[in-house]
């Protein structure tokens, strides 16, 4: 069973720099992608991005600019970093494996979100 | 603003069916795969429908997933009380290079 846990600060302040870690069991992280994904309080799910079994990264553009996302494969772990914090960026933060591939049955093609940390909120204030 | 456009709300009574629709743009939804993703409070998203109809191992029938055009729909049918929850859906929009969500709909079962 694959098990994904956040953690970090959960109070950051303005202009510093937010980090947290997404350790991973029950798979390595030299597979599949690993995203990150928040969701401000009371609001929708927005994507920030993931890193690859490669290491190549890709980022939402809201966020392009500031955010670093990084992988330990010593430790089966992958993180994220996002500079110059603002009240905007206080959510619930999400790590998830997504998994891509094809049917065997009839070849179609999926790709979507299939495991998911618990969530940590982070809240950004003085 | 989400890419894609959800009902910020729907409802339906026990044992009743309601759809929750999510419609996007043709330079987003024509061409992708649309997954749904449920939020019961207090829990991270779990993923109900993947590729517009496809159901992962241990997710009820009476979720299903359909898309026709730029508009993707989710059924839920035999609604229940513990089916209260936020649904969200989403795509890998190739324009945008990203994962894009719907602004999600909260289901209340009445």
């Known amino acids: 069973q694959v098990q994904l846990q956040e953690s970090g600060p959960g109070l950051v302040k303005p202009s510093e720099t937010l980090s947290l870690t997404c350790a991973v069991s029950g798979d390595s992280v030299n597979n599949h992608k690993w995203n990150w994904i928040r969701q401000p309080p009371g609001k929708g799910l927005e994507w920030i991005g993931y890193?690859?079994?490669?290491?190549?990264?890709n980022y939402s553009p809201s966020v392009k600019s500031r955010a670093t996302i990084s992988v330990d494969t010593s430790k089966n772990q992958f993180s994220l970093k996002l500079s110059s914090a603002t009240a905007a960026d206080t959510a619930v933060y999400y790590c998830?494996?997504?998994?891509?591939?094809?049917?065997?049955?009839?070849?179609?093609?999926?790709?979507?979100?299939?495991?998911w940390g618990q969530g940590t909120l982070v809240t950004v204030s003085s | 603003q989400s890419v894609l456009t959800q009902p910020p709300s729907a409802s339906g009574t026990p044992g009743q069916r309601v759809t929750i629709s999510c419609s996007g743009s043709s330079s987003s939804l024509g061409r992708i795969n649309v997954n749904w993703y449920q939020q019961s409070p207090g829990t991270a998203p779990k993923v109900l429908i993947y590729t517009n109809n496809r159901r992962p191992s241990g997710v009820p029938g009476r979720f299903s997933g359909s898309k026709s055009g730029t508009s993707a729909s989710l059924a839920i049918s035999g609604l229940q009380s513990e089916d209260e929850a936020d649904y969200y859906c989403?795509?890998?929009?190739?324009?945008?290079?990203?994962?894009?969500f719907g602004g999600g709909t909260k289901l209340t079962v009445l």
């Open positions: 890193i690859d079994y490669s290491g190549s990264t």
């Open positions: 998830a494996r997504s998994i891509e591939g094809w049917e065997l049955y009839d070849s179609t093609g999926f790709y979507y979100f299939d495991y």
């Open positions: 989403a795509a890998w929009d190739d324009s945008l290079n990203g994962w894009v």
